[in-house]
């Protein structure tokens, strides 16, 4: 089984200030990871994943993510959030198996206000 | 590359109709096709799976006979909402495997049906 835990719904900052929203993942098997983004009425884009290679990620758009096996957490960042990073952000996990397309496991998403 | 289009964007039925939404991948071939709903506000939830040629295989507590889902091609997977009722108002999200890695999803993005 797998599941992620966001840990905030619902995160605030200010425009130019760090970014930290939190993931904690539970898995059977080797995960991957992904963060994806959902700009109201759009359709999900991926940000980043991680699939067992280096466990600091870069991203598109400034974010990177940092795969914590120990803590079992997968926390995106960016240093300076913009007003269009405004947005809900699932973080997402996929048990590595083979043979047949892994299912995506999604979190219950962070909604990012970014203020002036 | 890589994109997912849906068909339609949005719909609106009377209550008792079916409905019928089309997910697409446009250059590439799906091996393995997935459908999710999301309602306001909350994350996305796995309603099924399907590959080409085969059955669907639902999620638990996801009626079969209610959301039908045909994936006569590589490139098509429709699901028809049979016999709508309010309830049944939601966000409808595919994405599409292409077999190259298994964790890796492509979103289409999405359909708004209102069950009136």
């Known amino acids: 089984a797998q599941s992620v835990t966001q840990l905030d719904s619902h995160v605030s900052v200010s425009e130019g200030t760090p970014v930290l929203l939190r993931c904690n993942y539970s898995?059977?098997?080797?995960?991957?990871l992904f963060w994806y983004v959902q700009h109201p009425n759009k359709g999900l884009q991926l940000l980043l994943k991680y699939t067992s290679a280096a466990t600091l990620v870069k991203g598109i758009n400034g974010f990177e993510a940092e795969f914590k096996k120990s803590e079992t957490s997968f926390h995106l960042t960016k240093p300076s959030a913009h007003m269009s990073d405004a947005a809900e952000y699932f973080c997402v996990v996929s048990d590595q198996r083979t043979g047949t397309a892994s299912k995506l496991t999604f979190g219950t998403g962070t909604r990012l206000q970014v203020t002036l | 590359g890589a994109v997912v289009s849906q068909h339609p964007s949005w719909v609106i039925c009377k209550s008792g109709t079916s409905v019928k939404i089309e997910c697409r991948s446009l250059?590439?071939?799906?091996?393995?096709m997935f459908w999710y709903r999301q309602f306001p506000k909350q994350s996305l939830m796995l309603m099924a799976t399907s590959n080409e040629g085969s059955k669907a295989t639902y999620e638990q507590g996801v009626e079969k006979d209610k959301f039908l889902i045909n994936h006569a091609s590589l490139t098509l997977s429709t699901l028809t909402v049979t016999s709508a009722h309010p309830e049944d108002s939601s966000f409808y999200i595919c994405?599409?495997?292409?077999?190259?890695?298994?964790?890796?999803?492509?979103f289409g993005p999405g359909t708004r049906l209102t069950v009136t």
């Open positions: 250059d590439f071939q799906a091996t393995t």
């Open positions: 994405s599409a495997n292409s077999g190259r890695a298994l964790y890796e999803q492509y």
């Open positions: 898995s059977s098997y080797s995960p991957s």
